[in-house]
């Protein structure tokens, strides 16, 4: 496998993300939507992909993360699988299939696992949902959990903000890490949340802490590969760090075939049969 820093090429398993955490090894990970972009991502040596319901946006031009669907989720979730070999395929499950109780959450999170064939789902919330957490569990599906900026809750927020400024947020947000992980979710993603607070939980808890936007005291990063790759435009918080200027690239070789085509220099008598 030719993969950057890539030494092991076994599969991710959920149980390596508890060892990457007590050996000190950071945990890499991104989203991927389609079939194309998660062979490249897999293939570059990530330690697990994210089939995040930001596909509402990326994807599908939504505002918010809301409208996208468990049938949609299937969809991205399963042309990821296809493409993956070693990396952990992580599922959101999205607004709405959960939330209504845990014979609903159990019932859409199976689902998903048979349909999508991924290795693992990710719930937003804490205690909140805690016994719909539990029961899925003990379905024997893998859980990350998802605090801090919980987008599916952005209409009760009203700001994507940065969370748990506030000594009493801070504090249930730690109290969910506990609970979450204390019920055998593998993992919890931290979501713009203070530096520093990131790191206590990431001392206090047995599992690894995915953070986007929470510092570098997390055990693992997550970004949205649209936009570290700088395909997206005008979306630039703190936190995002571009590693190319993929717009640009992708608009200039468009660019350069519109021009190629409009000319007649496409194609040319090498190009024919």
């Known amino acids: 496998m030719a993969g950057y820093l890539v030494s092991d090429t076994r599969k991710v398993t959920t149980q390596r993300f508890i060892e990457m955490k007590r050996k000190g090894e950071k945990i890499s990970m991104l989203t991927s939507y389609d079939y194309t972009m998660a062979g490249i991502v897999d293939k570059a040596g990530i330690d697990a992909i994210l089939v995040g319901d930001s596909a509402s946006n990326v994807m599908a031009g939504n505002q918010t993360t809301l409208p996208i669907t468990v049938d949609q989720m299937i969809y991205h979730a399963k042309s990821v699988v296809r493409a993956v070999q070693r990396a952990l395929v992580v599922c959101d499950m999205p607004f709405g299939s959960y939330q209504v109780g845990s014979h609903v959450g159990v019932t859409n999170a199976i689902r998903i696992m048979k349909e999508s064939g991924c290795d693992a789902l990710k719930i937003e919330g804490g205690v909140e949902i805690i016994d719909t957490v539990k029961r899925i569990l003990d379905a024997g599906i893998p859980v990350i959990g998802h605090l801090g900026l919980t ?9 994507y903000a940065v969370r748990a400024k506030d000594e009493a947020e801070a ?64 979306f630039n918080p703190r936190f995002l760090r571009r590693y190319a200027n993929l717009n640009e690239v992708i608009t200039d070789a468009i660019g350069q075939y519109v021009t190629d085509v409009k000319s007649g220099d496409f194609p040319n008598e090498q190009e024919s049969y």
């Open 171 to 234: 504090e249930k947000l730690l109290s969910d890490a506990k609970a979450l992980a204390e019920i055998g979710c593998f993992a919890v993603t931290l979501e713009k949340v203070p530096a520093k607070l990131a790191a206590q939980v990431t001392r206090e808890i047995k599992v690894p802490t995915i953070g986007i936007g929470a510092g570098n005291g997390t055990d693992g990063q997550v970004l949205v590969v649209a936009d570290m790759l700088g395909m997206s435009q005008g």
């Open 151 to 159: 987008p599916q809750s952005i209409n009760k927020f009203g700001t």
